[in-house]
């Protein structure tokens, strides 16, 4: 029996230990994933994989403390799709013109509601449906650029995801790898789907 192929995707570690839980949680999905640190790895090296998408990691510290990742997003917005997790959401924002600032309390494994907007990765999913947090940074909602819309907010409009306008780039606060978020992998899963529409399976990047 032949196994149903998924997208080869391209997952930047920020030298965090949710990063095997994504991992886990893509392959199971049907992904073939090439995981790589923030800081071992070139622009060229990110290429030669041909990958049909690109998943950042949460981390520790501001997105200038996570190697490659901001010029990942930079550089490859419009060209890959993107779906940044945590410090990988925040990195999307400041990229694009937002501001990364204190949240309002900090959170560590702990569990909000999140109201969406039921469009792309959030398709089909229960509104709220409830997220684990483990961050002590957000994007500022007065700074968000005119190039992304919020997606996502907790009840008290803390943002909680964002989406690019004209590319496919997506980012959330939450984390939809935590065993705790009971929706996670139906997110992944709708990133995965929109991938393959993005880039069909055997077509790369190209």
Not at 22 to 32: D, I, K
Not at 84 to 102: D, K, N, P
Not at 134 to 154: D, G, K, M
């Amino acid at each position: 029996m032949t196994e149903k192929s998924g997208p080869r995707l391209f997952l930047i570690d920020n030298y965090d230990s949710f990063t095997y839980n994504l991992f886990q949680y893509l392959s199971e999905l049907g992904a073939e994933v090439d995981v790589r640190r923030n800081d071992r790895f070139t622009m060229n090296e990110l290429e030669d994989t041909n990958p049909a998408g690109i998943v950042i990691s949460p981390g520790p510290g501001r997105p200038a403390d996570a190697g490659l990742t901001p010029r990942v997003v930079e550089r490859y917005a419009g060209r890959f799709p993107i779906l940044g997790v945590c410090l990988g959401h925040q990195a999307i924002g400041e990229v694009f013109g937002g501001a990364i600032v204190r949240a309002p309390t900090i959170f560590h494994g702990k569990v909000s509601e999140i109201l969406h907007d039921g469009k792309t990765i959030f398709e089909a999913m229960p509104n709220p449906f409830t997220a684990t947090r483990y961050h002590s940074l957000v994007i500022n909602p007065a700074t968000v650029p005119a190039c992304l819309e919020v997606t996502a907010r907790t009840a008290d409009g803390v943002i909680m995801g964002v989406r690019h306008r004209d590319y496919f780039v997506e980012g959330v606060q939450f984390h939809p790898e935590s065993a705790l978020t009971g929706e996670g992998k139906h997110l992944l899963q709708n990133f995965i789907d929109a991938v393959m529409e993005f880039h069909p399976v055997g077509s790369g990047s190209k």
